[in-house]
């Protein structure tokens, strides 16, 4: 039983690879709208081992946090 005071189970340990969300970026269908940050999913796509070192860093803090970063 959780004694924290929660309902929800707790997670496992979640491991986030620079590998893991270059390769999610590498495979974005580029035929999908884009999301409310209107970013082209292009330039996601083309930058993704650029931008997975940055995206992998947020990605940790928030988990970590338990927070989701404000824009």
Same mark, same amino acid.
């Given at each position: 039983?959780?004694? =924290? #005071? =929660? =309902?929800?189970?707790?997670?496992?340990?979640?491991?986030?690879?620079?590998? #893991?969300?270059?390769?999610?970026?590498?495979?974005?269908?580029?035929?999908?709208? =884009? #999301?409310? +940050?209107?970013?082209?999913?292009?330039? &996601?796509?083309?930058?993704?081992?650029?931008?997975?070192?940055? &995206?992998?860093?947020?990605? @940790? @803090?928030?988990?970590?946090? #338990?927070?989701?970063?404000? +824009?």
């Amino acid at each position: 039983m959780d004694t =924290s #005071g =929660s =309902s929800y189970a707790k997670l496992k340990d979640i491991d986030i690879k620079e590998q #893991g969300v270059a390769k999610l970026l590498q495979s974005i269908n580029l035929h999908k709208a =884009s #999301g409310p +940050d209107n970013i082209h999913l292009q330039v &996601l796509k083309e930058l993704a081992q650029e931008l997975a070192p940055i &995206l992998t860093y947020i990605f @940790r @803090r928030s988990l970590a946090l #338990g927070e989701v970063p404000s +824009d």
